[in-house]
């Protein structure tokens, strides 16, 4: 029960950390502004948002944002992530992240217990595991 506690008020943390990461969002294009929060398992915690452009697909979603930052920093190994977005001046919506952005969670993390955090509010969200979302991905097996 205790853990369990703990764990509730980690992840709270970790929604208030991807709303304030969301606030730097650039996304001019589509008016849909992402924050996201990368629990690493160490406890270091890495933020993204999303970076759009004109050309479009030099686009950059927050996800891979904060992996991006996790790893160039020389970290690895991850336990969570949590994604907050909607369209900027409107309340959020449960958002989930998309294909290219869990192929790159799957390349650093265990899919069986990575969880992957969608928020509407810090008390409303829904918790998923990376294989639920990506359950072939693309792995190179030995
Ligand atoms: N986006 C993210 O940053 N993460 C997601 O999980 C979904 C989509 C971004 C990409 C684009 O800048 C905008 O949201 C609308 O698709």
Known sequence: MEEQVRKRYQISDLIETAIRAREGAYCPYSGF??????????????TGCNIENAAFSPSCCAERVAFFKA????????????????????????TTPCGVCLQVMLEFCDP???????ARTTGEYGVRRLTELLPYGFRLRD
Do not use: C, H, N
């Open 33 to 46: 502004a992402v924050g996201a929060a990368l629990l690493a398992k160490d406890g270091s915690v890495y």
């Open 112 to 118: 069986d217990t990575f969880e992957v955090v969608s």
């Open 71 to 94: 790893v160039s920093s020389g970290v690895t190994e991850f336990e969570r992530i949590v994604v907050v977005g909607g369209k900027q001046g409107e309340d959020m919506v449960e």
